[in-house]
């Protein structure tokens, strides 16, 4: 018996030992691979931006005239109005190793800044619009909301309030033409947001 004991430990161990190797060979492979292309990465010259998807800002269709004696409010309309003076692209979900693959090391700072001024925009959309739906504007406050969705946004809080938004308004159905946006996300809130659809979906059963 002991054996027996002594010996399904030794196959134990050896297995393990030998899972563990292999692991840490793949993990070496990965960070040689993660270094070779960031070499190359950095060694890219600099490229043409004339294919980047630039989001322009629709003023035109945003209440700038509501709710002007909210402090906090005044400050999203500026911040946006700057905004709409500046390149924003959607980079969520790309690497800077990718992008310096793509569009050359030189362009790395320029297109990190794009990237930050959507990062800025979607979470400002999403802060204007709670503020105009909590005070009872709610159609502005829903087209906002659809605005930033279109653009691929992944902050989960505009679905979840969007979702709210369709279910009041008694289109329940306008949920569903959320999904295709959802799940080609490039973020790792991906699989939140779907999650937040289906239940918004479920709940309306």
């Known amino acids: 018996m002991n054996f027996i004991i002594n010996a399904s430990v030794l196959i134990f161990s050896a297995v393990t030992f030998l899972y563990l190797i292999k692991s ?12 070779a292309r960031e070499r190359a990465a950095n060694n890219t010259r600099r490229k043409p931006l004339d294919d980047l998807d630039y989001i322009k800002i629709p003023l035109e269709e945003f209440p700038m005239d509501l709710l002007e004696e909210v402090p906090k409010v005044e400050d999203y309309k500026q911040i946006i109005l700057s905004l709409s003076e500046l390149p924003i692209v959607n980079f969520t979900g790309i690497s800077n190793t990718e992008l310096k693959l793509r569009y050359g090391a030189p362009n790395i700072d320029l297109l990190t800044s794009y990237d930050q001024n959507y990062t800025l925009l979607v979470r400002t959309l999403q802060q204007w619009a709670q503020a105009l739906y909590d005070s009872g504007y709610v159609d502005e406050a829903m087209r906002m909301l659809e605005f930033s969705v279109s653009t691929g946004t992944d902050v989960s809080a505009t679905y979840r309030l969007l979702c709210q938004i369709y279910k009041e308004r008694n289109t329940p159905e306008k949920i569903g033409d959320l999904y295709p946006i959802a799940e080609i996300l490039n973020s790792a809130m991906q699989k939140t947001i779907v999650r937040i659809l289906q239940e918004a979906d479920q709940s309306d059963d």
């Open 24 to 35: 840490k060979k793949k993990e070496s492979a990965a960070e040689e691979d993660f270094w």
